[in-house]
């Protein structure tokens, strides 16, 4: 095991690193069932995969790291269910907040925290606040995040831009739409990373991974590790990325 760690991490070119990875974090719920424990200890679980991927990617100087914590579909799930995921989410950023900080990591929020608990607006607000001019890595929470949601809001903001004639139409522009997204500053990913198996994009940055590589794994979320990264980004190295065009 940590002899292949050791290899991967020595075969990865540092010159050719995604500049934005992002990971749909799924499986929390599976990883419970299969122990026989509630879906909620899936995502206890599952918090630590995310404190070890945040870290390596900092350390690792990854511009970007995106990941999806709660979707607008997600609201469907048991109110019990719910109602953990926010605690969860508080006690994560009030537990790390500090050691994010300290590495220069700067936390920014995709979606409507609005909507959420008051004790998670506060939590949420507290942390984008003091990480705001941190140089580091951005990583990105996607929490009540929907990318149909999320394009929507900025059709309607362009609609009202046209109206009050601040633009016209043929101002409109696939560099102005982006950056009326949540996404706004960042490169589009580059990595997309899926955990628990499933072959489906579950309403994440459907405008932004319009030429990203997808990586999915069976592996569960809580499963996830250090090497599971590598081997994303290892393998990400190795793919021809031909934006439509062709290779050399
Ligand atoms: C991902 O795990 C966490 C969230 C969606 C919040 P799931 O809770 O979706 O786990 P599965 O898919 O049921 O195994
Ligand atoms: C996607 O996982 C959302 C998050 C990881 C937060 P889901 O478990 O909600 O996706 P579906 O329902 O399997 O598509
Ligand atoms: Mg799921």
Not at 51 to 58: D, E, F, H, Q, W
Not at 189 to 197: H, K, N, Q
Request: hydrophobic residues 40%.
């Amino acid at each position: 095991m940590g002899n292949n760690l050791k290899r991967i991490e020595n075969l990865i070119d540092n010159d050719k690193l995604p500049r934005h990875i992002a990971i749909i974090m799924d499986g929390n719920g599976r990883w419970a069932r299969k122990r026989l424990m509630p879906r909620t200890m899936g995502h206890r679980a599952g918090m630590s995969s995310l404190k070890t991927v945040v870290m390596i990617c900092a350390q690792m100087g990854i511009s970007v790291l995106t990941v999806y914590a709660f979707s607008t579909e997600n609201w469907r799930r048991p109110r019990d269910e719910v109602d953990y995921l926010m605690s969860l989410l508080v006690e994560y950023l009030h537990k790390e907040l500090n050691e994010l900080d300290q590495n220069n990591i700067r936390i920014k929020i995709l979606g409507d925290y609005t909507s959420l608990p008051p004790k998670c607006q506060q939590e949420i607000e507290d942390a984008v606040l003091l990480t705001t001019h941190n140089s580091g890595m951005v990583f990105n929470i996607a929490l009540n995040y929907g990318s149909r949601n999320e394009i929507i809001g900025a059709i309607k903001n362009l609609g009202e831009k046209l109206l009050s004639r601040e633009i016209n139409i043929d101002s409109i522009t696939e560099e102005m739409f982006s950056s009326m997204l949540y996404t706004a500053g960042s490169p589009d990913p580059d990595l997309l990373i899926r955990t628990a198996g499933e072959m489906r994009i579950s309403n994440f940055l459907l405008w932004q991974i319009a030429y990203t590589e997808l990586w999915i794994t069976d592996r569960m979320w809580p499963d996830f590790t250090k090497e599971d990264l590598l081997q994303a980004i290892w393998d990400y190295q190795q793919r021809d990325r031909r934006f439509g065009g062709l290779n050399k």
